[in-house]
Every structure is written in C-alpha cells, then in structure tokens.
C-alpha cells in the first residue's frame, strides 16, 4: 500500500484550509501514537488557526481570538475510540445548521464555490432518519456530542467515517439536479458513514462488534 499523507492541504480558487485523513494506520504521522484499532484512547485538542478559519474535529469546539489574526479553538475530550477514526479539519468553509430539533446537532459544510449546489435539506432529512433507525435498531444512543459532515476537494476515496466529522468527496455534490441513482447513491454513503462511525462506541458498550 502507498503511504498517504495524514494531512492534506487545500488551495483552491484562493480558498486555503486542511483535512486530515489517518485510515488504515496513518495516524501516527501526525502524533505520537499505536495505529491499531483495538488500542483505543481519548483526545483533547487545541488548535491555533487563521481566523477566517473554521476548525472541525471529533470532539465539540469553541474558540476565542488570540491577537488580530489569530484564533484559538479548544474541543472537548473524545470518548475513547482508535486513532484512525480521528480528525482534523481547518479552513474556510460555509456551514450549515439544521433547523430541526435533535438530541444530536447536524452540520454541514462546504466550499463557497460549491455551496449553491448542495441539497442541504435532503443532506440533513437523510442524516436525521439514520440517526433515529439505527439508535433503534441498536438501542443505544449515537456516542457523541454532534454529528457533522464535510464536503472537501481532492478526497480521493469517497468518503471516510471519522467520527462526528465524516468527510465526503465534492463528487457527491453534482452541479446539476442529481439523477434518481445520483441522489440514491449519496444518501446509501450518508447513511453508511453515519453507521459505521459509531460502530467502536457501540461494540465497545454491548461487547459486540467492534470496526476495528
């Protein structure tokens, strides 16, 4: 297999930022770590980005300016879980908020340029429906505090289930109306994503399966 690189940085039509993708055993490219799944550990992270930044990880964020150019984001401690499912991701991004009420926040992102081609509603209807399906098909609640998804360029794999920040490759947004396939296509990986990355919580609590 060809090594990947942990961090992938962006610059596109001016718009700079970064994603991390750590799957199968990368995460120790970019801390200290054991790659392997069944060795889990939580996370606390800080980060010192630009301030036209927005930063994304497992855990919820909050930041505060650090001098005029800078901001500080702080996020709260994962649960445990294997490195490979951990994130990064760091730059100018549209968000989205669902308006719905949930026990589980829903954002979405994406690069200005692409933002009036996302169906953000569809993205977000399809989201909630898994959320509920599979915290009954499990009987057990989705393990983290938010659930958000990125839409990055130059994701060569699709998609990956990092957890609460899964990223999708910006072919799953199409700059014309999506055919029926398209839009089945898009909503099995939403659907898939979501499920699988809550797949180690979940084994891990019901001493069944584990993704590792």
């Avoid at 994603?19 to 990368?26: A, F, G, K, M």
């Avoid at 970019?30 to 060795?39: A, M, S």
């Avoid at 908020?97 to 926040?105: A, F, I, L, M």
């Avoid at 954002?107 to 599979?134: C, H, I, Q």
Wanted: glycine share 8%.
């Amino acid at each position: 297999m060809t090594p990947s690189p942990p961090v992938c940085r962006l610059s596109l039509r001016g718009v700079s930022g970064l994603y991390t993708y750590l799957w199968p055993y990368y995460a120790n490219r970019l801390f200290p770590c054991f790659d392997q799944p069944d060795l889990k550990a939580i996370f606390d992270l800080t980060v010192r980005a630009p301030k036209e930044w927005i930063v994304v990880s497992t855990g919820a964020g909050r930041s505060a300016p650090v001098g005029d150019e800078v901001r500080e984001w702080r996020f709260t401690t994962t649960p445990r879980m294997s490195t490979y499912i951990f994130s990064l991701h760091a730059g100018e991004y549209r968000v989205w908020e669902d308006q719905v009420e949930s026990r589980t926040p829903l954002r979405l992102f994406a690069r200005e340029a692409l933002a009036a081609n996302v169906d953000v509603d569809e993205w977000f209807e399809t989201s909630r429906t898994g959320l509920a399906f599979y915290e009954e098909y499990f009987g057990i609640a989705y393990p983290f505090e938010k659930y958000d998804q990125l839409i990055v360029p130059d994701f060569a794999i699709g998609a990956m289930e990092n957890a609460a920040a899964v990223t999708f490759a910006e072919g799953f947004v199409q700059r014309q109306l999506s055919t029926r396939f398209q839009r089945m296509d898009r909503n099995n990986v939403i659907l898939h994503r979501w499920h699988t990355c809550g797949l180690e919580t979940w084994g891990r609590k019901s001493g069944g399966m584990d993704s590792g």
